[in-house]
Nanobody, 120 residues
């Protein structure tokens, strides 16, 4: 089994910052793409940012210039630094991991999510 656990959500005022973390564990052979998605109330889940094993990053337009995704391959951990947060960034943020387990089976794993609330 492969699991991911998110942390770092919470309540922040507009203009503030938060850093989300997501750690993968379990029977992992190789981690490929790691990413963050979010789902606001009444809306569909959407991409925030992804990062490949070689460090290629992809951002949603809403995240460009404010959010930074990074990863620590040695720790199988991905981070999302969020700056200049806006009320419209309020959502549950989900970590996603695409990996191969030790049986070389591809795995597409989602975390349970961490709530980010941007409000004064």
């Amino acid at each position: 089994q492969v699991q991911v656990v998110e942390s770092g959500g919470g309540l922040v005022q507009p203009g503030g910052s938060l850093r989300l973390s997501c750690a993968a564990s379990g029977s992992i052979f190789r981690v490929n793409v790691m990413g963050w998605y979010r789902q606001a109330p009444g809306k569909e889940r959407e991409l925030v940012a992804t990062i490949s094993s070689s460090g290629v990053m992809n951002y949603a337009d809403s995240a460009k210039d404010r959010f930074t995704i990074s990863r620590d391959n040695a720790k199988n951990t991905v981070y999302l630094q969020m700056n200049s947060l806006k009320p419209e960034d309020t959502a549950v943020y989900y970590c996603n991991l695409r990996a191969k387990d030790r049986s070389y089976v591809p795995r597409d794993v989602w975390g349970k999510g961490t709530l980010v609330t941007v409000s004064s």
